[in-house]
């Protein structure tokens, strides 16, 4: 079992973490969560995985179909493991193989959280 505490961008309602940058200061509580997923994102490899799964079709992907990073098969699942950690993505074992999806609502959450005002 594990002692892995998920950060979540979202809370169960499904609201962003946090409102944009420019609405006002961050509390000492979404500084931490959005930090997680900054720095979750921070690395090029999590970076490219991220993006590999979002651009995927459904924004889903295989592990077979993404590990193309130039890194081998155990730092990939290093990779994804913190991704999952962070909130960024979900993942499904389908016989020998785990799918990746990018957790609902991330992409919008991220969005709001960089939005600019009119």
């Known amino acids: 079992m594990s002692n892995v505490k998920v950060l ?10 946090c409102p944009p940058l420019t609405e006002r200061p961050l509390t000492a509580e979404e500084a931490v969560r959005t930090a997680a997923m900054f720095k979750a994102l921070g690395d090029p490899v999590r970076l490219r995985l991220f993006s590999a799964v979002a651009s995927h079709e459904g924004q889903e992907a295989c592990v077979c179909d993404i590990s193309d990073v130039g890194v081998s098969q155990p730092t990939v699942s290093h990779h994804l493991k913190k991704l999952r950690e962070a909130g960024l993505l979900t993942s499904e074992r389908r016989g020998t193989w785990v799918y990746y999806r990018v957790a609902p609502d991330v992409l ?3 969005a709001a959280l960089l939005r600019t005002p009119a």
């Open 8 to 17: 979540p961008l979202l809370e169960p309602d499904a609201t962003p973490c």
């Open 108 to 110: 919008a959450a991220m």
